[in-house]
Protein backbone atom coordinates (compact mmCIF):
# COMPACT_ATOMS: atom_id res chain seq x y z
CA UNK A 1 0.00 0.00 0.00
CA UNK A 2 0.46 3.66 -0.73
CA UNK A 3 2.01 5.77 2.02
CA UNK A 4 3.11 9.60 2.07
CA UNK A 5 5.58 11.59 4.72
CA UNK A 6 5.37 14.90 4.67
CA UNK A 7 8.55 16.10 6.41
CA UNK A 8 7.21 19.65 8.05
CA UNK A 9 4.03 20.13 9.84
CA UNK A 10 3.80 23.48 10.37
CA UNK A 11 6.25 26.26 8.21
CA UNK A 12 6.16 29.60 9.38
CA UNK A 13 8.23 32.20 7.25
CA UNK A 14 7.90 35.59 6.44
CA UNK A 15 6.73 37.50 3.29
CA UNK A 16 9.39 37.03 0.64
CA UNK A 17 10.97 33.81 2.01
CA UNK A 18 11.66 30.98 -0.31
CA UNK A 19 9.55 27.49 0.32
CA UNK A 20 9.77 24.28 0.29
CA UNK A 21 7.41 21.23 1.33
CA UNK A 22 8.76 17.71 1.38
CA UNK A 23 7.30 15.05 0.46
CA UNK A 24 8.19 11.23 -0.02
CA UNK A 25 6.23 8.42 -1.14
CA UNK A 26 6.60 4.60 -0.91
CA UNK A 27 5.10 2.86 -4.40
CA UNK A 28 8.08 2.01 -6.65
CA UNK A 29 5.92 1.54 -9.63
CA UNK A 30 4.54 4.33 -11.86
CA UNK A 31 3.01 7.06 -10.09
CA UNK A 32 1.04 10.22 -10.45
CA UNK A 33 1.83 12.99 -7.91
CA UNK A 34 -0.19 15.44 -7.10
CA UNK A 35 0.03 18.54 -4.78
CA UNK A 36 -3.39 19.94 -3.06
CA UNK A 37 -4.08 23.28 -1.17
CA UNK A 38 -6.59 24.15 0.90
CA UNK A 39 -7.28 27.89 1.96
CA UNK A 40 -8.96 28.69 5.58
CA UNK A 41 -12.23 28.18 5.14
CA UNK A 42 -12.12 27.06 1.65
CA UNK A 43 -12.03 23.26 -0.15
CA UNK A 44 -9.17 21.33 -1.36
CA UNK A 45 -7.79 22.53 -4.94
CA UNK A 46 -5.26 20.77 -6.87
CA UNK A 47 -2.28 23.04 -6.90
CA UNK A 48 -0.19 20.98 -9.68
CA UNK A 49 0.37 17.75 -11.03
CA UNK A 50 3.28 15.30 -12.31
CA UNK A 51 2.37 12.49 -14.59
CA UNK A 52 5.39 11.47 -16.98
CA UNK A 53 7.80 14.02 -18.80
CA UNK A 54 9.74 16.56 -17.27
CA UNK A 55 10.46 16.01 -13.84
CA UNK A 56 10.14 20.24 -12.77
CA UNK A 57 6.42 20.95 -13.15
CA UNK A 58 4.51 23.87 -12.52
CA UNK A 59 1.22 24.80 -10.86
CA UNK A 60 -0.85 27.95 -9.92
CA UNK A 61 0.20 30.71 -8.33
CA UNK A 62 3.70 30.94 -8.78
CA UNK A 63 4.23 27.02 -7.35
CA UNK A 64 6.50 24.18 -8.62
CA UNK A 65 7.42 20.81 -7.42
CA UNK A 66 10.08 18.38 -8.90
CA UNK A 67 10.45 15.12 -9.02
CA UNK A 68 12.90 13.01 -8.21
CA UNK A 69 12.44 9.00 -8.83
CA UNK A 70 15.73 7.78 -7.65
CA UNK A 71 14.13 9.62 -3.75
CA UNK A 72 10.68 8.78 -3.96
CA UNK A 73 10.64 12.55 -4.17
CA UNK A 74 7.99 15.39 -5.11
CA UNK A 75 8.85 18.23 -3.40
CA UNK A 76 7.15 21.59 -3.63
CA UNK A 77 8.71 25.20 -4.01
CA UNK A 78 7.86 28.87 -4.29
CA UNK A 79 10.68 31.23 -4.64
CA UNK A 80 9.07 33.71 -2.84
CA UNK A 81 5.77 33.42 -1.04
CA UNK A 82 2.90 35.99 0.09
CA UNK A 83 0.70 35.91 2.83
CA UNK A 84 -2.18 34.61 0.55
CA UNK A 85 -0.64 31.65 0.50
CA UNK A 86 -1.00 30.78 4.09
CA UNK A 87 -2.80 27.28 3.73
CA UNK A 88 -2.48 23.39 4.49
CA UNK A 89 -0.29 22.23 1.70
CA UNK A 90 -1.38 18.17 1.13
CA UNK A 91 1.08 15.65 -0.87
CA UNK A 92 -0.80 12.89 -2.70
CA UNK A 93 0.10 10.44 -4.97
CA UNK A 94 -2.03 8.32 -6.72
CA UNK A 95 -0.88 4.47 -7.53
CA UNK A 96 -2.31 1.32 -8.29
CA UNK A 97 -6.17 0.82 -8.96
CA UNK A 98 -8.80 3.78 -9.16
CA UNK A 99 -7.06 6.03 -9.08
CA UNK A 100 -6.97 6.56 -5.91
CA UNK A 101 -5.21 9.37 -4.25
CA UNK A 102 -3.23 8.99 -0.78
CA UNK A 103 -3.08 11.87 1.09
CA UNK A 104 -0.09 12.80 3.43
CA UNK A 105 -0.54 14.76 6.64
CA UNK A 106 -0.26 18.03 5.47
CA UNK A 107 1.60 20.83 6.09
CA UNK A 108 0.37 24.02 7.70
CA UNK A 109 2.29 27.12 6.16
CA UNK A 110 1.30 30.50 7.66
CA UNK A 111 3.04 33.54 5.80
CA UNK A 112 3.81 36.75 8.01
CA UNK A 113 3.60 40.26 6.22
CA UNK B 1 -21.78 27.04 -9.81
CA UNK B 2 -21.07 23.76 -11.53
CA UNK B 3 -18.87 22.05 -9.31
CA UNK B 4 -18.92 18.98 -6.15
CA UNK B 5 -22.14 19.67 -4.08
CA UNK B 6 -21.85 18.26 -0.45
CA UNK B 7 -24.69 18.79 1.77
CA UNK B 8 -25.94 19.54 4.38
CA UNK B 9 -22.53 21.39 5.27
CA UNK B 10 -22.73 21.16 8.92
CA UNK B 11 -24.47 17.77 10.99
CA UNK B 12 -24.88 17.49 14.30
CA UNK B 13 -26.23 14.40 15.74
CA UNK B 14 -26.71 12.12 19.26
CA UNK B 15 -24.70 9.32 19.46
CA UNK B 16 -26.73 6.19 18.08
CA UNK B 17 -28.64 8.61 15.98
CA UNK B 18 -28.27 7.56 11.72
CA UNK B 19 -27.12 10.67 9.03
CA UNK B 20 -27.18 10.33 5.61
CA UNK B 21 -24.71 12.91 3.24
CA UNK B 22 -25.50 13.65 -0.26
CA UNK B 23 -22.52 14.50 -2.89
CA UNK B 24 -23.50 15.91 -6.38
CA UNK B 25 -20.30 15.49 -8.40
CA UNK B 26 -19.44 17.47 -11.22
CA UNK B 27 -22.07 16.62 -13.72
CA UNK B 28 -19.38 14.27 -16.89
CA UNK B 29 -17.47 12.87 -13.71
CA UNK B 30 -17.86 9.36 -13.78
CA UNK B 31 -15.62 8.75 -10.74
CA UNK B 32 -16.91 9.67 -7.46
CA UNK B 33 -15.16 9.16 -4.24
CA UNK B 34 -15.68 9.58 -0.67
CA UNK B 35 -12.81 10.75 1.94
CA UNK B 36 -12.86 11.08 6.21
CA UNK B 37 -10.44 14.31 7.42
CA UNK B 38 -10.23 14.10 11.19
CA UNK B 39 -8.37 16.91 12.74
CA UNK B 40 -4.45 16.80 12.00
CA UNK B 41 -4.48 14.53 9.36
CA UNK B 42 -4.87 14.31 5.50
CA UNK B 43 -8.12 12.87 3.54
CA UNK B 44 -8.52 9.03 4.29
CA UNK B 45 -9.76 7.31 1.26
CA UNK B 46 -13.38 5.27 2.34
CA UNK B 47 -14.72 4.05 -0.85
CA UNK B 48 -14.63 4.82 -4.72
CA UNK B 49 -17.60 4.36 -7.39
CA UNK B 50 -17.32 4.25 -11.03
CA UNK B 51 -20.58 5.16 -12.54
CA UNK B 52 -23.23 3.32 -10.16
CA UNK B 53 -20.55 0.69 -9.56
CA UNK B 54 -19.10 0.77 -6.03
CA UNK B 55 -15.51 -0.82 -6.82
CA UNK B 56 -13.52 -0.36 -3.86
CA UNK B 57 -13.83 0.01 -0.14
CA UNK B 58 -11.11 0.40 2.79
CA UNK B 59 -11.23 -1.48 5.74
CA UNK B 60 -12.05 1.82 7.81
CA UNK B 61 -15.93 1.31 6.16
CA UNK B 62 -17.25 -0.30 9.03
CA UNK B 63 -20.33 -2.23 8.37
CA UNK B 64 -22.18 0.92 9.93
CA UNK B 65 -21.22 2.81 6.99
CA UNK B 66 -22.93 2.34 3.89
CA UNK B 67 -22.65 4.05 0.38
CA UNK B 68 -24.98 4.43 -2.61
CA UNK B 69 -23.78 5.63 -6.15
CA UNK B 70 -27.74 5.04 -8.14
CA UNK B 71 -28.13 5.58 -11.59
CA UNK B 72 -24.51 6.77 -11.58
CA UNK B 73 -25.31 10.55 -10.55
CA UNK B 74 -25.35 11.91 -6.97
CA UNK B 75 -23.91 9.79 -3.82
CA UNK B 76 -24.90 9.10 -0.58
CA UNK B 77 -22.92 8.04 2.62
CA UNK B 78 -25.02 7.06 5.57
CA UNK B 79 -23.63 6.36 8.75
CA UNK B 80 -25.86 4.12 11.18
CA UNK B 81 -25.71 4.34 15.01
CA UNK B 82 -23.24 6.93 15.14
CA UNK B 83 -20.36 7.42 17.25
CA UNK B 84 -18.20 9.88 19.07
CA UNK B 85 -15.03 8.78 17.18
CA UNK B 86 -17.48 9.30 13.37
CA UNK B 87 -16.98 12.84 13.90
CA UNK B 88 -14.84 14.23 11.15
CA UNK B 89 -15.00 16.01 8.00
CA UNK B 90 -16.56 13.84 5.42
CA UNK B 91 -15.16 15.23 1.69
CA UNK B 92 -17.05 13.95 -1.55
CA UNK B 93 -14.15 14.08 -5.02
CA UNK B 94 -15.37 13.34 -8.52
CA UNK B 95 -13.20 13.22 -11.19
CA UNK B 96 -13.30 12.51 -14.95
CA UNK B 97 -12.95 8.98 -17.04
CA UNK B 98 -9.55 10.58 -18.08
CA UNK B 99 -7.68 11.04 -14.98
CA UNK B 100 -6.49 14.77 -13.84
CA UNK B 101 -6.95 14.61 -10.25
CA UNK B 102 -9.80 15.11 -8.35
CA UNK B 103 -12.25 17.47 -7.74
CA UNK B 104 -13.17 18.33 -4.14
CA UNK B 105 -16.22 19.47 -2.25
CA UNK B 106 -16.47 21.95 0.26
CA UNK B 107 -16.98 18.87 2.76
CA UNK B 108 -19.87 17.76 5.83
CA UNK B 109 -18.97 18.20 9.14
CA UNK B 110 -19.98 15.78 11.54
CA UNK B 111 -20.04 16.37 14.98
CA UNK B 112 -21.36 13.32 17.64
CA UNK B 113 -22.36 14.84 20.66
Known amino acids: AQSVSQHNHHVILSEAASLELGCNYS??????LFWYVQYPGQHLQLLLKYFSGDPLVKGIKGFEAEFIKSKFSFNLRKPSVQWSDTAEYFC???????????FGKGTLLTVNP | DTGVSQDPRHKITKRGQNVTFRCDPISEHNRLYWYRQTLGQGPEFLTY????????KSRLLSDRFSAERPKGSFSTLEIQRTEQGDSAMYLC???????????FGSGTRLTVV
Open chain 2, 49 to 56: FQNEAQLE
Open chain 1, 27 to 32: YGGTVN
Open chain 2, 93 to 103: ASSTAGFYGYT
Open chain 1, 92 to 102: APESGSNYKLT
